[in-house]
């Protein structure tokens, strides 16, 4: 009898069926309570394995317990002990002395550094004065009963230590072994995370379907080159794709409304040095959306996913319109990290009694822009701004000036010549310099002096 059904209630075929909606609709309901991070479970990765625990998980707790370890050597002690290595950490392993067990005191002294060993043993705690609070697994220690050799290492280009330095060429040489780096690791693991979060934000909050593109294309022009796979008919080839823009746009008259992927691109742009021919985007494609919606989506997209040792980011994120960047910056896309915004000083030079300056500001679209840098007198030495007024003069056909705060408080400058002391500190206060700061000053035409700025 069903649940909720009364006894010798009759179970007529559209009965049936609120029955069958009623159940399917519970069970929907209690996978995606679950698959939607409702109920928080820890993996068992030590599920379909041939050991009982990892190197990284053993405490106190478990001293008593035999366990079973696989990994690989990170490090042996004249016979008398090894550190046993894998993906979750370190644990100390007891080679034993006694006769009894010479077989398994022969195998694991004689097994070379980075060899991937089983060892079944007891866990115990550490003699006293002898634990590593450095490690997490420092106070314990697991006392071999069993072992087995699963693979001896041969020797190898470079030791799989975190605190040897191996050379760029030598790494990707290798970079089989390089993965075992904890490093690089930490960094697999972490994407892995944060991808399997956005998959589940996407899909499971908001109802986007993933949807997986092809790989092999036609031609799409515009962009960057692209990458071709000859194909078995003459003189026809496939495109790799660089973005799944087309696809995207065809799911979308599809009527599916909601996509992403996470998508595989290729551009052939090797004359850069600074360009990848292959990565990975979050690619995403919405209908009947505007664009605070789709700003709001990628904001909470990023605070769902970002890893928690990171720190929480904060929402809504910043942002400026195209004119904001280019008069505060002089740039569309700005490194706000290091403020040194363009200041316009167009009223304050209006004030002075400076012919050349008056000249140019009363023209249709003259004007007077000045970035500070702070403490830049520490670092920028006299051949440093005469390069940069060099590059400017060359470039853009304009002229720059400097200005320099003193110690104590005046303005070195060709310009101070024209100033009184009042007005020397009307620019201080206009620009909110400070001792060493250092400002670049440029009167012109505005499109000209932002650019240059």
């Known amino acids: 009898m069903a649940p909720g059904w009364a006894a010798g209630r009759s179970l007529t075929f559209p009965n049936m069926l609120r029955l069958v909606r ?29 050991r009982t625990n990892t190197c990284g998980e053993l405490r106190a707790a478990h001293v008593g317990q035999e366990v079973t370890l696989c990994g690989w050597i990170q490090y042996q002690r004249q016979g008398l002990f090894l550190v046993l290595r894998d993906f979750q950490g370190l644990t100390q ?55 087995e050799v699963l693979n001896f290492c041969k020797k190898l280009p470079f030791e799989i230590k975190d605190f040897i330095k191996k050379s760029e060429a030598l790494r990707m040489q290798y970079r089989y072994l390089d993965l075992r780096s904890s490093q690089l690791q930490y960094n697999l693991r ?14 499971n909050h908001h109802g986007f379907v993933d949807v997986e593109t092809p790989t092999l294309f036609k031609r799409t022009p515009g962009g960057a080159k692209e990458f071709l796979v000859p194909s078995r008919e003459a ?13 995207k746009q065809l799911l979308m008259i599809g009527g599916l409304d909601r996509y992403f992927q996470v998508a595989r691109c290729y ?18 494609e919405m209908s009947f959306v505007d664009q605070a ?13 970002w890893p928690e040792e990171r720190g929480p980011i904060m929402t809504p994120f910043p942002t400026m319109t195209y004119d904001e960047a280019l008069a505060d910056y002089g740039t569309d896309k700005p490194d706000t990290r290091f403020g040194m915004k363009i200041v316009d000083i167009s009223d304050t030079l209006r004030r002075l009694d400076i012919g050349f300056v008056q000249n140019v500001l009363t023209y ?14 520490r670092y920028l030495k006299h051949k440093d701004l005469e390069s940069l007024k060099e590059a400017a003069k060359s470039r853009f056909n304009q002229e720059i000036m400097d200005v320099i705060c003193r110690p104590d408080g005046s303005l070195k400058s060709l310009l101070t010549k024209f100033l009184g002391e009042e007005q020397q500190s009307e620019l201080i206060r206009v ?23």
């Open 22 to 50: 009623r159940v399917l609709f519970q069970r929907g309901t209690e996978r995606a309570r679950l698959s939607s991070g409702w109920v928080h479970r820890a993996p068992d990765v030590n599920s379909f394995a041939a």
């Open 93 to 147: 392993i007891i080679i034993p002395q006694d006769e009894a067990h010479s077989h398994v005191r022969k195998l694991l002294s004689n097994a070379p550094v980075e060899s991937v060993v089983r060892v079944t043993g007891i866990v115990s705690s550490r003699p006293p004065g002898q634990e590593n609070p450095k490690m997490p697994t420092g106070d314990i220690e697991v006392k071999a009963e069993t072992a």
């Open 190 to 203: 972490l994407r892995s995370q944060v991808v399997m979060r956005m998959r589940e934000y996407l899909c």
């Open 235 to 247: 003189g026809k080839f496939y495109s790799l794709p660089q973005s799944p823009q087309q696809f």
């Open 267 to 284: 551009r052939d742009e090797g004359s850069r040095p600074d360009r990848q021919p292959e990565f990975t985007q979050i690619d995403i």
């Open 293 to 305: 919606g789709i700003q709001r989506l990628i904001e909470g997209l990023l605070q769902y996913s």
């Open 364 to 377: 249709p679209h003259g004007t007077a822009k000045a970035i500070c840098i702070p403490q830049g007198a």
């Open 431 to 453: 620009l909110n310099m400070q001792v060493d700061d250092v400002v670049l000053l440029a009167v012109g035409d505005h499109k000209r002096v932002v650019i240059e700025s």
